[in-house]
């Protein structure tokens, strides 16, 4: 308790030392997919064809402070939903489409029955970083560019599965969110994140900031008894930067 409290008090100790000081609310959209493996060869083939890219939200805020020019360390909190789309094309009579839907009872032959999943990873994640401005130090005023390197703490805070049926339905209904996802998620993760960033000068302190970032789990996200996953997103984020101090 004591070494803790100690370590908190030096690193916020720390952080005072630096120069000027940014904070950043963040939102965008997050493009994720996932890195399937499995010891069923005919099971990963059918999944690669059918798991696509799905676009999800991310929001937060960050903490950034600028010790050195040209140089920023940040932290900040993030809710990040991530995951990826899975299709089943032709249902038929008596088909089960998910085991807490129950059999397909629709008779109707008027369309093909189709089914689409979303699989949902929602985090509370924690991220820690670097920016390296990478446009030249005397445009800083209108403008800067910076390259970013970071490492985030991922927790799980829940995760559900989107159903939407096509050319059928169960009990009347076409669109279903349950939580058995069928996987069994990891509630603590972390990825690595790189990417790069710009920022335009508004008006005195306030800055618009633009930002493209890629980032993979280090460790698996979620697996069952066939199979095992890893999540990976690029993400497109704009924020408003704003100085709040230089001491």
């Known amino acids: 308790m004591i070494r803790s ?9 720390t952080i005072l030392t630096f120069g000027q000081k940014f904070i950043k609310p963040i939102v965008g959209v997050n493009f994720s997919n996932r890195i399937l493996t499995s ?19 991310v929001a937060g805020i960050q903490f950034l402070f600028e010790k050195e020019p040209g140089r ?5 909190i993030h809710y ?3 995951g990826f789309s899975r299709s089943r094309y032709d249902y038929h009579f008596l088909d089960t489409v998910h085991p807490e839907l129950g059999q397909i009872f629709d008779l109707s032959q008027g369309a093909q029955k189709n089914a689409f999943f979303t699989y949902h990873f929602k985090y509370l994640e924690i991220p820690v970083g670097c920016n390296f401005q990478i446009t030249p130090r005397h445009k800083m005023h209108q403008f800067t560019g910076w390259f970013n390197i970071a490492f985030m ?11 939407f049926l096509e050319g059928f339905s169960i009990n009347g209904q076409n669109t279903f969110t349950i939580n058995n996802t069928n996987y069994t998620a990891a509630k603590a993760n972390c990825a690595l994140q790189t990417g790069s960033r710009f920022d335009i000068n508004i008006k005195g302190k306030f ?12 460790l698996p996200t979620a697996k069952n008894s066939t199979e095992s996953l890893r999540l990976w997103n690029a993400s497109a984020i ?10």
């Open 207 to 218: 800055w618009t900031t633009i930002e493209t970032v890629m980032r993979i789990n280090l």
């Open 80 to 82: 990040l939903d991530n």
């Open 39 to 57: 010891a069923y060869t005919a099971r990963k083939d059918s999944l690669d064809k059918s798991d696509r890219m799905k676009a999800f939200p």
């Open 5 to 13: 409290a100690i370590t908190i008090v030096f690193a916020i100790s």
């Open 72 to 76: 920023e360390f940040y932290f900040g």
């Open 153 to 163: 703490s991922q927790f799980l805070i829940k995760q559900n599965l989107g159903i």
């Open 238 to 247: 704009v924020g408003l930067r704003y100085e709040i101090g230089d001491f």
